[in-house]
């Protein structure tokens, strides 16, 4: 049979490698989840203070959640606690359904109207929505910062 040789090679500092990319990893989601709940909290700022006013359960009801992962994407759920989801439905559309059917539209009362305008937004209906809009430039920026990104 024919003299067969055999190549071999090795790396050496695999591991270390593997290591160092495995940090830089933990890092970049660390630091995501950092900046990440930094803008949940500054939205949620802005939609207390846009949301209409009659009591003040609705600006105490929205809070913030944990950072969540799914399928290699991470978010978070920025709205109200259950005990006033239906109300802040309502409110955050500007309408309600009557029990016969009919569509009343909300209008800001005295209170919401005394808050006055915020960043070019007056309170009332789509309070959170409009927090968002209103940092959507910052988000990208964030973002951007820490992705390494532009």
Do not use: C, W
């Amino acid at each position: 049979m024919a003299d067969r040789k055999l190549f071999r090679f090795g790396i050496e500092g695999i591991e270390a490698m593997t290591a160092a990319l495995d940090k830089i990893g933990d890092d970049l989601d660390r630091g995501l989840d950092e900046v990440l709940l930094k803008l949940a909290l500054k939205i949620a700022q802005d939609a207390k203070r846009l949301a209409p006013v009659d009591s003040g359960d609705l600006e105490a009801a929205i809070n913030v959640d944990e950072v969540k992962k799914l399928i290699g994407m991470s978010y978070i759920d920025i709205g109200t606690s259950p005990e006033v989801d239906h109300y802040a439905v309502v409110q955050h559309e500007g309408f309600r359904k009557t029990a016969n059917g009919s569509i009343v539209e909300l209008r800001p009362g005295e209170k919401t109207l005394s808050k006055g305008a915020y960043n070019g937004y007056m309170p009332g209906k789509k309070f959170l929505e409009n927090a968002l809009m209103m940092n959507e430039k910052l988000i990208t920026e964030e973002l951007k910062k820490v992705l390494g990104v532009g």
